[in-house]
């Protein structure tokens, strides 16, 4: 017995231990664990704190429609670091800033279905709670709305034990800012994360371009202007898409719903869902939860006098001619039909006796109708002769034991036969699966509904136990492949019943019923949610964001379409930027952004980076040591994950978690754009190859032209045009003619390829040009004149530019639309 047992005796222990318990509140769990918010030692603590200010800063510059202007300071304080963030968003109220910057899990955006960078609340509560804890010295807020004369000054910190804001200081103030918040925490903390601290910004500032951000630090100060005047676009709140809800959710929002029918639900609560997505799913609900109905292969037209026989003998004392036409119009309607099920009889009998009642003036009550139905359906999967069966159907061998033996081959074996056969490997003999076949109508017809109203799992249950008895008395293999193949082709045959589905007061006290409806949800094709609740960077932006940041030669991005994850809508962008001052020894850097947030930390289990790893970037030429992992080069590569609800690793939002439909649109979106670099890497390699043979031809052909001059005594040959003709390349070639104190320039452009060229020449002169050709343009700029042309030549044509100036006149022409490697200019 333990001391505590021994003191106060086992009767004692509980009550002991229940006055000990007692709840804590989400402060408190975090001031312990603030290493799961990313506070998890002075360095990170510092770029973390940085991180959470700049993110709320933009979300509401961006909600209010103002372009940010983020200033972010770090100071030395003594034994502290102090971190003061201004920014010129809107501001925040009096009564709501104590709750913004003191209360955990306070904020507007938890419940709202669209894309932001914060969601939960915890962010910046957050920050104020660890400077709190570091340095015992609160918050000091100042924040000044739109419109508003003065500024609201605040000092706080988290009230851990109550997670309520506890305010030391609440008083107004000037301050120099139209609008906007301003907040200073000290803590204790060190700069060993520079690195990433300048790396947050600089990224920030990649997938932010409409954003100016400074940053001054004790070593360092960084601006970074904005790229564009252009807001992201405004996003709007989605409801929740039905394949992303879980059964306790929709359990609950039946519970608050205002409609009163399943289908009013589905239409009101959900995306995506209108009057005939909301039937498919009532559908698919019907079959979970009633089951379907088989559909039976009705009597053939000769045999439609037995269906008619059987109702006629069922019904009395309606007349004789009523009646005949009565059970000829059930039987001929249903030898008209490819299969029936239960409820379609039933559809067919109340309407043959509607008109059969209204023609003969008499009424066929509910008895009368449900003697005909039950008559008909007997009829219609009773016994058959034996002789209408082929001979392979009735070599049936069975036990004694056997359930399914029967005097004579029902119907239904018949009609199970031709299903089985044909859903069963041609391996297996007639004789083993008309066994089968008898045995599985065996089951059917000891079901207690002879409406034969069956679920899918049911339906399993009688071909798993009908294929065991075939395997224990056949001593045959009937394997898992056949019976899901004969399951499916079951039922594929089987029909879905019309029945009503519960009130919505009905389903939200069964969870089963429930259970039933999302399943049928999720197996319903819904089309993806709408993408308004999202702002990409888009593709164009994302090259200006890498151009603005990084000096390289080429520039790729690629914005692919939404997709889908737990009923959360994302989208996938990603961009490359190579060459040019990048780094060129080394792994490629590669960039990892979530609704347009850096991820700083945690490189190694985000699922960005196993992505990235596992292309073959050696298609892509670049070097890949092992074929696997990160590649090499003078490369930048950057993948941004915009999504309602970014599935990260953890509470400090570092990594994205390994989520395959997020990972196979991050693969795709990398390919897109690393496409477009192995273009640019063929053709640089093409033209370095080109350009190494024409220098050759260059030092060669002189040589050539000068030895045959010699030898012919001719005039050497024009040693550029050769060039030209033996590399394929467009010549522009100036012609001068002069005339007296006029000369004719012509600017002929020569092109040697097979494929088409478009130039756009500008030739620059000294003197004012008259008499230019159609299509040329002259502009006049501090004495020159610029004079532009826009030339298409197909390949292996010419085309020719003239204009007249005086004889003193210069030329200098530029040439632009072709690469260098593949023009030759003689001017």
């Known amino acids: 017995m333990t001391s505590l047992q021994s003191t106060l005796g086992e009767e004692g222990i509980a ?259 209108g009057k005939k997505t909301a039937n498919t799913i009532i559908d698919e609900f019907r079959d979970r939860h009633y089951g379907r109905e088989m559909a039976w292969t009705p009597p053939e037209s000769h045999e439609a006098a037995d269906v008619a026989t059987a109702v006629e003998n069922s019904t009395a004392n309606k007349g004789a001619k009523a009646t005949t036409d009565f059970a000829e119009g059930i039987a001929d309607t249903v030898s008209n039909r490819n299969r029936i099920a239960h409820h379609q009889l039933s559809t067919i009998v109340e309407n043959v006796a509607d008109n059969v009642g209204d023609e003969y003036g008499t009424t066929f009550g509910s008895t009368v109708r449900e003697k005909a139905l039950e008559a008909a359906w007997q009829s219609i999967i009773g016994h058959q002769e034996a002789a209408d069966v082929p001979d392979s159907e009735q070599a049936v061998l069975a036990d004694e034991n056997d359930v399914a033996v029967q005097e004579n081959v029902s119907r239904i074996v018949a009609d199970l036969y031709a299903l089985c056969d044909d859903a069963t490997s041609t391996r297996k003999d007639d004789e083993v699966v008309h066994a089968f076949a008898v045995r599985l109508a065996g089951t059917f017809e000891d079901h207690e509904d002879q409406r034969h109203r069956l679920t899918l799992n049911d339906l399993r249950s009688y071909v798993d136990r009908a294929a065991d008895l075939t395997e224990e008395y056949d001593e045959v293999v009937f394997g898992d492949t056949a019976r899901e193949n004969v399951t499916d082709a079951i039922w594929n045959v089987m029909v879905t019943v019309p029945d009503d589905p519960p009130l919505v007061r009905e389903l939200a006290g069964s969870r089963d019923a429930t259970s039933d409806l999302v399943e049928g949800m999720r197996a319903t094709n819904i089309m993806a949610p709408p993408t308004r609740c999202l702002s990409p960077i888009t593709s164009d932006l994302v090259e200006a964001g890498l151009k603005k940041e990084f000096d390289a030669d080429f520039y790729a991005a690629a914005t692919r379409d939404a997709g889908v994850s737990g009923g959360d809508p994302f989208i996938v962008e990603a961009g490359i930027a190579y060459g040019g001052d990048l780094q060129a020894e080394g792994t490629i850097d590669v960039l990892r952004f979530a609704n347009r947030v850096p991820l700083v930390y945690q490189r190694g289990a985000c699922a960005t980076t196993d992505v990235v790893k596992s292309i073959g970037w050696r298609n892509y030429g670049l070097e890949q040591p092992g074929g696997s992992g990160l590649p090499n080069g003078p490369a930048v590569l950057m993948i941004h994950v915009a999504s309602t609800n970014v599935p990260f690793t953890s509470e400090s939002k570092d990594a994205v978690a390994n989520v395959p439909e997020i990972e196979d649109e991050i693969e795709l979106a990398i390919r897109e754009a690393a496409r477009e670099l192995k273009r640019y890497l063929n053709k640089r390699r093409s033209m370095q190859k080109r350009r190494k043979k024409q220098n050759v031809l260059g030092k060669i052909l002189p040589e050539m032209a000068e030895k045959v001059a010699e030898v012919t005594g001719r005039n050497q040959p024009d040693i550029d045009d050769a060039i030209a003709r033996i590399m394929n390349n467009v010549l522009v070639e100036r012609r001068v003619e002069e005339n007296g104190d006029q000369t004719t320039v012509t600017l002929a452009v020569e092109n040697h390829s097979s494929t088409g060229e478009t130039l756009e020449v500008t030739d620059i002169v000294t003197d004012e040009p008259t008499g230019l050709s159609d299509g040329a343009s002259v502009v006049e700029m501090d004495g020159e004149w610029f004079i532009s042309w826009e030339a298409d030549v197909a390949g292996g044509d010419e085309a020719t530019l003239e204009y007249t100036v005086s004889t003193d006149a210069t030329f200098d022409v530029d040439v632009n639309g072709v690469d260098d490697e593949k023009l030759t200019v003689v001017s």
């Open 15 to 273: 009550e002991e231990l229940a006055d000990n318990q007692r709840a804590i509140s989400i402060a408190e769990f975090f001031e312990k664990n603030k290493h799961m918010l990313g506070f998890d030692s002075g360095a990170r603590g510092l770029v973390t704190a940085v991180k959470e200010a700049v993110d709320n800063a933009l979300d509401a510059a961006e909600e209010a429609g103002i372009l940010p202007d983020i200033y972010v300071e770090i100071q030395e304080a003594d034994d502290y670091y102090r971190l003061i963030v201004e920014d010129n968003g809107p501001g925040i109220t009096k009564e709501s800033l104590p709750k913004v910057f003191g209360k955990l899990l306070y904020g507007s955006r938890f419940h709202a279905r669209e894309q932001a960078r914060g969601q939960q609340g915890i962010g910046i509560s957050a920050a104020v709670l660890y400077s709190q804890l570091t340095s015992g010295k609160p918050a000091k807020i100042t924040s000044r709305t739109q419109g508003s004369a003065d500024a609201q000054y605040f000092e706080l910190i988290v009230d851990t034990d109550e997670n309520e804001p506890e305010i030391s200081v609440a008083e107004t103030t000037t301050w120099d800012r139209p609008h906007g918040t301003r907040i200073e925490l000290e803590m204790e903390a060190n700069m060993r994360a520079r690195g990433q601290l300048h790396d947050y910004i600089k990224h920030t500032a990649v997938v932010n371009p409409h954003a100016r951000l400074e940053l001054r630090e004790p070593n360092a100060h960084f601006k970074f202007e904005r790229a564009t005047d252009q807001l992201p676009e405004e996003t709007e709140e989605i409801r929740p898409h039905p394949h992303g809800v879980e059964l306790g959710t929709v359990i609950k929002m039946l519970a608050a719903t205002d409609s009163h029918s399943v289908s009013g639900f589905l239409q009101e609560e959900f995306t995506r869902v």
